[in-house]
């Protein structure tokens, strides 16, 4: 007589809080062998049969359960014809059709990853892009079948309920984020031949942007106290501080500044000047080189400084320290500063968004929105002091 089950962990090897195996149980003539399902999740998961409290709970029971079938049809095929059950033959028979069935399940994310170095983007977009790949992953949007509104629809939701290192949801622009690269990667697949539709076409207006909050930037006191700062000439702090100020003056991503040459510009009006387009986005832009940028390319002959965005980021901190500035220093965050320093010294928005280089005006609104609750802030400090 011959029987099918499912079961958790049969020897007892997943230790408290680890994940053990579930695996297919098939009596033979009270003999018990045991073949893997793949499928692995913690002893408080495992109940009556089925994956419970899992995000993906019902498409790993579904997964057993479809092994279970399997192994319970060959069992049958074998009693049929009157032949023995040879677990062996068994295992590599369900083997080989789980390989198959693995390779069809992964082909829209292996497609993904072949994508990768083909993209041209650049290291900071290209981790993102690579992060949104373990997204998937984890979440198990990996054949090109899972593409589907309604599936995007629940990935949604899944992303919604991850955590960040604070222990709490992540937000609607990190989410948003996910979104924009899995859009990307779909329309890509369009242009080649993979897909006919993005099935974000049916999704539009679905998802929120969202907004981060808290822009960080420096004052015109903490600006000031940086520039001040006199690494050792040549140093990599140097560096760091000559590529700081450059970007704090421009207004440029990092990639942008890695692609500067002086002879894009021409001078207009005593002022050097060029219209030229983001890399990370195409976008258009419009770069004017003012006197502290100018000190930086006449102290590095007129070249800006070649530095590792690992090892910028490293130097900055310990600028910060020497500056006095408590906010962390990072890339970007010069990219911040530029646009709130043009905005406080009267600069229209509709013009600092053409420096950025942003998509839309909205992009630069938060920097104006920004400033108005540092105003919003002294008021209600002062009136504070009013009251007293």
């Known amino acids: 007589m011959t029987t099918v089950s499912l079961v958790f962990d049969h020897r007892g090897r997943a230790k408290q809080g680890e994940p053990g195996a579930v695996e297919v149980r098939i009596t033979v003539n009270r003999r018990a062998y045991y073949i893997s399902t793949g499928v692995r999740v913690r002893k408080e998961q ?20 479809i092994m279970a079938r399997k192994v319970l049809a060959y069992a049958n095929e074998c009693e049929s014809k009157n032949l023995p059950l040879d677990i062996k033959q068994l295992r590599e028979a369900i083997s080989s059709t789980t390989q198959a069935e693995t390779a069809k399940r992964t082909a829209f994310l292996d497609w993904c990853q072949d994508q990768h170095d083909l993209m041209g983007v650049g290291e900071g977009t290209m981790k993102h892009y690579g ?35 604070k ?3 992540i937000s609607d622009a990190a989410v948003w984020n996910y979104h924009k690269r899995l859009k990307a990667m779909l329309n890509r697949a ?12 049916r999704l539009r207006g679905q998802f929120k942007r969202g907004e981060k909050e808290n822009v960080e930037y420096l004052t015109d006191e903490e600006m000031a106290a940086f520039m001040a700062l006199k690494p050792v000439e040549g140093s990599m702090m140097a560096k760091a501080r000559d590529l700081f100020v450059f970007q704090m003056f421009t207004g440029m991503s990092y990639a942008d500044t890695q692609a500067f040459d002086i002879a894009d510009y021409k001078e207009v009006d005593g002022q050097w000047m060029k219209v030229g ?37 490293h130097e900055l901190k310990g600028l910060g320290m020497a500056a ?9 965050l010069a990219r911040h500063t530029f646009a709130t320093w043009m905005l406080r010294n009267g600069a229209k928005i509709e013009n600092v968004s053409k ?23 002294d008021y209600t400090r002062m009136a504070k002091l009013l009251t007293k």
């Open 190 to 201: 369009i242009v080649v031949g993979r897909l006919n539709r993005n099935p974000y076409d």
């Open 131 to 165: 992060t949104l790949f373990v997204r998937l992953h984890e979440y198990g949007m990996t054949a090109w079948e899972d593409l589907t509104a309604e599936n995007i629809l629940r990935f949604d939701a899944w992303l919604h309920r991850l955590k960040n290192v």
């Open 277 to 313: 387009e983001r890399i990370k986005t195409g976008v258009a832009y419009v770069s004017v080189l003012l006197p502290p940028v100018i000190d930086v390319l006449k102290r590095n002959d007129w070249k800006v400084p070649a530095i590792s965005n690992v090892d910028y980021n």
């Open 355 to 377: 420096m950025l280089g942003h998509t839309n005006i909205t992009q630069t609104q938060r920097y104006a929105k920004v400033l108005a609750q540092s105003v919003q802030s």
């Open 46 to 65: 495992w109940k009556f049969g089925a994956v419970v409290n899992h995000e993906q709970a019902a498409e790993l029971t579904e997964k057993a359960n």
């Open 324 to 332: 006095g500035i408590s906010t962390p220093l990072h890339s970007h």
């Open 167 to 169: 222990g709490q949801p």
